[in-house]
């Protein structure tokens, strides 16, 4: 994986800058606009570790119900999780970024 894929992936995927991951989850318990339609507040449980850069959070949920990685999908309002945990999600991202090189 090269230097600009590193940065794409800790930029938006993945945060790895301790400012951002608290800004992001900052914005999004403000009820930041486009997270959610009705401009409900984030559950205080759940983490975001990343971004789609389309409006999509990934996430963690904190309350250690789950190992998995959640993703809240704006455009439905929905919350899914589609990984078991964070290795299989940078797994599937990094082979996703270099599928699509």
């Known amino acids: 994986m090269s230097?600009?894929?590193?940065?794409?992936?800790?930029?938006?995927?993945?945060?790895?800058?301790?400012?951002?991951?608290?800004?992001?989850?900052?914005?999004?318990?403000e009820g930041e606009p486009g997270w959610s339609e009705n401009h409900a507040s984030w559950p205080?449980?759940?983490?975001v570790i990343g971004d789609d850069d389309c409006g999509?959070?990934?996430f963690v949920d904190l309350s250690g119900s789950t190992a998995q990685v959640g993703y809240f999908e704006h455009e439905e309002g929905e919350f899914e999780w589609p990984y078991a945990n964070i290795a299989s999600y940078l797994d599937e991202t990094i082979s996703e970024m270099?599928?699509?090189?």
């Open 3 to 29: 230097d600009a894929e590193r940065l794409e992936l800790s930029t938006h995927e993945f945060l790895t800058d301790v400012d951002r991951v608290i800004e992001v989850n900052g914005l999004v318990r």
């Open 44 to 47: 205080r449980r759940l983490l």
């Open 56 to 58: 999509g959070y990934y």
């Open 98 to 101: 270099i599928a699509d090189r």
